[in-house]
């Protein structure tokens, strides 16, 4: 069974920073495509950053510039480092992996909260 699971979210100041993390009960090299999506309250789930083949990456342009998404295969686990960040990106951010089957799987997502 495959898991995703995500650590590191919190409370931050607006201009801080935090690194979340996605830790795969499975070789990451058995995903397709792996990254980070968030929602907001009342917001539509969208796309943060992801790996989408190799090392190619794409983000959502709102936070080209201040997030960066990395992996460390040996773990299993990809990161989201998060800098800069601005009330705007508060939300419940989950991890996302589809695998050589076409079958998404989902983390139980991580709050991120950024104060004013």
């Known amino acids: 069974q495959v898991q995703l699971v995500e650590s590191g979210g919190g409370l931050v100041q607006a201009g801080g920073s935090l690194r979340l993390s996605c830790a795969a009960s499975v070789s990451i090299f058995s995903f397709k495509t792996m990254g980070w999506y968030r929602q907001a309250p009342g917001k539509q789930r969208e796309l943060v950053a992801a790996?989408?083949?190799?090392?190619?990456?794409n983000y959502v342009d709102s936070v080209k510039g201040r997030f960066t998404i990395s992996r460390d295969n040996a773990k299993n686990t990809v990161y989201l480092q998060m800098n800069s960040l601005k009330p705007e990106d508060t939300a419940v951010y989950y991890c996302?992996?589809?695998?050589?089957?076409?079958?998404?799987?989902w983390g139980q997502g991580t709050q991120v909260t950024v104060s004013s």
């Open positions: 996302h992996a589809i695998n050589m089957a076409y079958i998404n799987f």
């Open positions: 790996f989408s083949g190799g090392d190619s990456t």
